[in-house]
């Protein structure tokens, strides 16, 4: 237990659906991601919120959308993704961000499948 | 790119051998961390050194930093089957996290 939870941990979609996956910290930390790790790839930064605020999107698709209501939660909305989405994302919380000592926390991850 | 590169992309050895992996990386960084994650499962921190270290010990890992090569190594002693898994160095540039593809480690009992 890493104190991230993330839900739900396997969803099946088709291409013209709609979904959320959801990500809960409670490590009190101040700064959250999301990551897509795919087979043979290396993880990819996909948004950083930090107070709340999205500080960082790197080039992510718009059929993602990010949504983070306070700082214990962090949402990924879905829709009309395709069969190349399919992979693992993951949800991250560390303390903060900055040049400081930060460890990152990893939640288990949402196996996502697109058909 | 900040990413870490991990060499070899794939080790296996016997139990109770030693497992060394590599990272190597392209630009100045504020530290560096090893995780490892389990099959389908997220990451777990295990070790963190700054940049101003040269080693550091956790029970059986060990893991050595050249800033002037910009690599780092990441020694597992003794190993264990339950040592089973991928490990990625990442790169804290004052705090944008950046993963290699990791390391598959195996280990036969």
């Known amino acids: 237990e890493t104190g991230v939870t993330q839900t739900p941990r396997h969803l099946v979609m088709g291409m013209t659906n709609k979904k959320s996956l959801k990500c809960e910290q409670h490590?009190?930390?101040?700064?959250m991601y999301w990551y897509k790790q795919s087979a043979k790839k290396p993880l990819e930064l996909m948004f950083v919120y930090s107070l709340e605020e999205r500080v960082e999107n790197n080039s992510v698709p718009s059929r993602f959308s990010p949504e983070c209501p306070n700082s214990s939660h962090l949402f990924l909305h879905l829709h009309t993704l395709q069969p190349e989405d399919s992979a693992l994302y993951l949800c991250a919380s560390s303390q903060g961000r900055g040049p400081r000592l930060n460890t990152i926390y990893f939640g288990e991850g949402s196996w996502l499948t697109v058909v | 790119s900040q990413q870490g590169e991990e060499d070899p992309q794939a080790l296996s050895i016997q139990e109770g051998e030693n497992a060394t992996m590599n990272c190597s990386y392209k630009t100045s960084i504020n530290n560096l961390q090893w995780y490892r994650q389990n099959s389908g499962r997220g990451l777990v921190h295990l070790i963190l050194?700054?940049?101003?270290?040269r080693e550091k010990h956790s029970g059986r890992l060990r893991v050595t930093l050249d800033t002037s090569k910009k690599s780092s190594s990441l020694l597992i002693t003794a190993s264990r089957a339950a040592d089973t898994a991928s490990y990625f160095c990442?790169?804290?540039?004052?705090?944008?996290?950046?993963f290699g593809t990791g390391t598959s480690l195996t280990v036969i009992p």
């Open positions: 490590l009190g930390h101040n700064a």
């Open positions: 990442a790169t804290d540039a004052f705090g944008q996290f950046y």
């Open positions: 050194i700054r940049s101003n270290e």
